[in-house]
């Protein structure tokens, strides 16, 4: 196929921003399309040479395609380098240099889409050292039998600013028209897009199969499924409504998403925008050859966690695995957990048409526990009552999490769509904490891995004044250096009892008990309603306690401070409602 066919339909394209303009050019250049090139044109025209997932870039450093351009041109590179300047496009750069070049030479190849797309395909293909120079040259090779016409697409395309702003329905709409007469057979073509991500293969199978092909098209595994997504709620009320008065409530876990696809001898992570992401966590690929499971593709959140408290750490955490080299490091120093919440296919079948309830029994049957350390099922409870949902939330905020996901108990798993079988609740405000809060230190976690011998995480409490006890409010493990570690260890000792101190109230369990004594100076991201802490009980909602999110040693022991001196349970009552003023648009029913 004629390479101008596609340049003219390029130009056409530009011309336009309609929607309907664009299908139209769509259908007649598909329709001239020979099939077995209809992939290749699919992904050429959305400026890729591939799906997203397989990750595949040209690679051509801009001085390169600049050098690239003079050489075909016949101008010396500081003058298309001031071509470029002026056009600040190095396609358009490229069209204007190469308009006065030569006429190409009786012998020179073709211009076919095939030729084009297989050199692209080599540039890409190319890595290493010295595959610059590589790359420079199958550049050339082009732009030496091109017109200035088809040079300018050529390096917009080489240099990824071919921007004609086609996007997926567009093409879905247009192989619907081009092949089955039809634009209500996109849907069955968007079904078959969703379970493969991999538009080219869709139209290939779509001229050289039928639709039939089509509708039958399974998932495959090393394939990513598009993600299905979720609509937000306002209240819990609203959730339960939507879910026909009974849901599944789970953790809404502020990670990242992702999609894992193993066999016996291969894993690949997908994450949600379905990128190759299996660099950035070698230890959940590893990890993942422990599930109980043949053939798999799983859904979960990786979460960043406090390898001591086992806490989960907020998103920004795991943007220190997104790096090329020491990962190794970033592995050690910032450990990370799987929560799974869906399994999409197993052992040579597809899931997703089973009910979230059956899901969640087979997902349960994957994760072979204590097997290993990485992966656990996510958090769920099966609600059917608005203070269910409201108390699994306050649970899941006070661990660090966004609020709850909640989920239609037979749904099945719609990829690619959002609906109302999946809501989202996310917590209601969001403030920094501006002051510091004064605890006292009544419990503590025997530490484990590079805290084995010292204590991981320690239970803090305020001080209750009306009734001279000591309330639980969190756990903190984070923000300590070695040698506080050894220091708490040590000044801690003399402070061990047996069984929780008389005027230590909480819910929470420990390893070890102190009686109340050392004070300390924490930092938190904001105060939240706790089920399991007891720290001012009752006072702002019946049933719940005030705790800390994200608390953070600050370095500083008090101890110019006796346990009284605490932070007084008043205290963070008062701080609470505070954050709700700074904050008015987001108070809850209870606090109006
Ligand atoms: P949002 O990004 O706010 O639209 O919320 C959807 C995202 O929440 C998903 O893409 C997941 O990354 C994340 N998420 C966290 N926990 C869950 C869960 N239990 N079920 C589904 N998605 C979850």
């Not at 990750?55 to 590179?77: H, Y």
């Not at 193993?262 to 949600?272: G, P, T």
């Not at 690929?285 to 109980?292: I, N, R």
């Amino acid at each position: 196929m004629e390479f101008s066919l596609l340049v003219e339909t390029f130009e056409q394209m530009e011309q336009t921003s309609s929607r309907l303009a664009l299908t139209d050019y769509l259908v007649n250049l598909f329709k001239k399309t020979p099939a077995n090139l209809l992939d290749k044109m699919t992904y050429l025209i959305q400026g890729k040479l591939y799906p997203d997932y397989e990750g595949v870039e040209m690679g051509l450093a801009e001085r390169m395609a600049l050098r690239a351009i003079a050489n075909s041109s016949g101008k010396n590179l500081s003058e298309v380098e001031a071509i470029y300047q002026q056009t600040g496009d190095i396609g358009d750069a490229a069209g204007k240099a190469m308009v006065n070049k030569g006429q190409e030479t009786l012998f020179s190849e073709p211009m076919t889409v095939e030729r084009v797309y297989s050199t692209f395909d080599r540039i890409a293909r190319t890595t290493g050292s010295g595959s610059q120079d590589t790359k420079l040259r199958y550049v050339s090779s082009l732009l030496n039998d091109a017109s200035p016409r088809e040079g300018r697409y050529i390096m917009k395309f080489v240099m990824g600013s071919l921007r004609l702003g086609i996007a997926d329905y567009t093409v879905l709409d247009a192989l619907a028209i081009a092949f089955t007469g039809d634009k209500q057979n996109r849907e069955a073509l968007e079904n078959a897009y969703n379970v493969s991500s991999d538009l080219g293969t869709v139209a290939r199978l779509l001229a050289e199969k039928g639709l039939e092909a089509i509708k039958s098209m399974q998932i495959t595994l090393f394939k990513p499924i598009r993600p299905m997504l979720a609509e937000r709620v306002v209240n819990a009320a609203e959730a339960l409504e939507r879910m026909e008065g009974k849901a599944a409530v789970e953790y809404k876990l502020d990670g990242e998403r992702v999609q894992i696809h193993l066999s016996k001898d291969r894993v690949e992570l997908f994450s949600r925008r379905l990128e190759k992401i299996t660099d950035h966590y070698p230890d959940v690929a590893k990890a993942s050859h422990s599930l109980k499971a043949r053939e798999t593709i799983l859904e979960g959140e990786v979460v960043a966690i406090n390898s001591q408290t086992g806490e989960y750490l907020p998103f920004q955490e795991l943007m220190h695995r997104r790096r090329k080299h020491g990962v190794s490091e970033a592995v050690e120093n910032y450990p990370v957990v799987v929560n799974l919440f869906d399994v999409l296919y197993l052992d040579g079948k597809s899931r997703t048409d089973l009910s979230y309830e059956d899901r969640r029994k087979l997902l349960l049957k994957v994760i072979k526990s204590g097997t290993n350390q990485i992966f656990n099922i996510v958090p769920q409870t099966v609600a059917g009552k608005e203070s269910d949902i409201e108390r699994f939330m306050a649970a899941a905020i006070e661990s660090g999490c966004e609020g709850v996901m909640v989920k239609h108990l037979s749904s099945a798993y719609r990829a690619g769509a959002r609906g109302y079988a999946w809501v989202k609740l996310k917590r209601e405000y969001q403030s920094d904490l501006a002051d510091t809060l004064d605890l006292v230190i009544v419990g503590a976690l025997h530490g484990r891995g590079r805290r084995v011998g010292k204590y991981g995480a320690m239970l803090l409490a305020s001080y209750d004044h009306k009734q001279d006890m000591f309330r639980s409010v969190s756990k903190v493990g984070t923000g300590f250096t070695d040698e506080h570690l050894d220091q708490f260890y040590k000044e801690l000792e003399k402070h061990i009892i047996h069984q929780r101190h008389a005027r230590v109230d909480t819910g929470m369990e420990m390893d070890v008990w102190f009686e109340p004594a050392m004070v300390i100076e924490v930092i938190a991201s904001e105060i939240t309603l706790s089920p399991s802490h007891t720290a001012a009980m009752d006072s702002i909602r019946p049933g719940f306690g005030l705790a800390l999110r994200f608390p953070k040693f600050t370095g500083k022991v008090r101890d110019d401070k006796q346990p009284e001196d605490a932070t007084d349970t008043e205290e963070l009552v008062a701080m609470y409602k505070r954050q709700l003023k700074v904050h008015p648009e987001t108070k809850t029913k209870e606090d109006s």
